[in-house]
């Protein structure tokens, strides 16, 4: 059974920092896509990040220069650094990650509070 545990979200205050975590485990195949979605209360579930195998970067342009996304393959591990947060960025951050034949696992999510 593939499971996606997240780690690190909490409460912060504007220009702060956190860093999420999420292991993956149960898994029989290779991941080709790690990534990070959050959902804002009365919003859709949007892409933050995501990073390939070969560790190629992709970004929403609101968190560019701000947040890193990072793998650790031989983890199964996939990070995202948030930097100068902001109250906008509040919202659930859910851990996705896609096999090569396509199919999608989610974590539980991690709330990610920012305080103005």
């Known amino acids: 059974q593939v499971q996606l545990v997240e780690s690190g979200g909490g409460l912060v205050q504007a220009g702060g920092s956190l860093r999420l975590a999420c292991e993956v485990s149960?898994?029989?195949?290779?991941?080709?896509?790690m990534g990070w979605y959050r959902q804002a209360p009365g919003k859709q579930r949007d892409l933050v990040a995501l990073?390939?195998?070969?560790?190629?970067?992709n970004y929403v342009d609101s968190v560019k220069g701000r947040f890193t996304i990072s793998r650790d393959n031989a983890k199964n591990t996939v990070y995202l650094q948030m930097n100068s947060l902001k109250p906008e960025d509040t919202a659930v951050y859910y851990c996705?990650?896609?096999?090569?034949?396509?199919?999608?696992?989610w974590g539980q999510g991690t709330q990610v509070t920012v305080s103005s």
């Open positions: 990073i390939t195998r070969l560790g190629i970067k």
């Open positions: 996705n990650i896609r096999s090569y034949d396509g199919v999608d696992y």
């Open positions: 149960g898994i029989k195949f290779s991941i080709n896509f």
